[in-house]
């Protein structure tokens, strides 16, 4: 049995937004990279801390930011260093 073939992240992104630009009926969104970028990025992190069992140092490294950068971004979005886990984050929302 052959592996389904997985959808490259950039496509499942352009799915998103194409649905998302198709809801606005002709109306134009304000700060879209801002709004884009407070939906991206607190999956990512969270997503990276579990990765990294909630080592901030290697999750920094593998985002390619500097620790501060990352503690900085985990304030923002108020997450905790913690090991995060997905039933937590998806009551968040």
């Given at each position: ?21 198709n809801?606005?009926?002709?109306h ?8 884009i970028?407070?939906q991206v990025e ?5 997503a ?5 069992e909630?080592?901030?140092s290697?999750?920094a490294d593998?985002?390619g930011?500097?620790?501060?950068t990352?503690?900085?971004?985990l304030?923002?979005?108020?997450i ?6 997905r ?7």
């Amino acid at each position: 049995m052959s592996k389904p073939e997985q959808k490259a992240l950039s496509h499942s992104v352009a799915d998103c937004l194409d649905e998302y630009f198709n809801t606005l009926n002709g109306h134009a969104p304000k700060d879209l990279y801002e709004i884009i970028l407070g939906q991206v990025e607190p999956p990512l992190l969270r997503a990276t801390l579990r990765y990294c069992e909630g080592n901030q140092s290697r999750a920094a490294d593998l985002l390619g930011l500097n620790r501060a950068t990352l503690r900085k971004k985990l304030s923002q979005y108020k997450i905790t260093a913690k090991i995060v886990d997905r039933s937590d984050a998806l009551h968040a929302r």
